[in-house]
């Protein structure tokens, strides 16, 4: 499956963004699905996570309540939407495949896609 990221930019603080992951591969729906991003100087962090059949999801502690991660298996899509955004979102963000159903992990992650460059100033 090969993945692409977009959607990300520049917004203030308490914005939103809606980033998309569109997927190639009549296999998609077979995939967890994750959003993972990286801030400068730091490790890449798994953000959202979604399962094959978009019935469950994980969110990381840090932005619960504010990002809602959903897919579109007709569309081969994968979203997230993010709200009320702070500095400490700044980060490129990567959404990736995995063969698990709802991978948490950074290193369950089997297929990448480009980053996306998200930018909150405060």
């Known amino acids: 499956v090969q993945l692409q990221a977009s959607g990300g930019g520049l917004v203030q603080a308490g914005g939103s963004l809606r980033l998309s992951c569109a997927a190639s591969?009549?296999?998609?729906?077979?995939?967890?699905i994750g959003w993972l991003r990286q801030a400068p100087g730091k490790e890449r962090d798994v953000v959202a996570a979604?399962?094959?059949?978009?019935?469950?999801?994980y969110y990381a502690d840090s932005v619960k309540g504010r990002f809602t991660i959903s897919r579109d298996n007709a569309k081969n899509t994968v979203y997230l939407q993010m709200n009320s955004l702070k500095s400490e979102d700044t980060a490129i963000y990567y959404c990736?495949?995995?063969?698990?159903?709802?991978?948490?992990?950074?290193?369950?992650?089997?297929?990448w896609g480009q980053g996306t460059l998200v930018t909150v100033s405060s």
């Open positions: 990736a495949a995995s063969n698990m159903v709802l991978p948490t992990r950074t290193y369950e992650y089997d297929y």
């Open positions: 591969g009549r296999t998609f729906s077979s995939y967890g």
């Open positions: 979604i399962s094959w059949s978009g019935g469950t999801s």
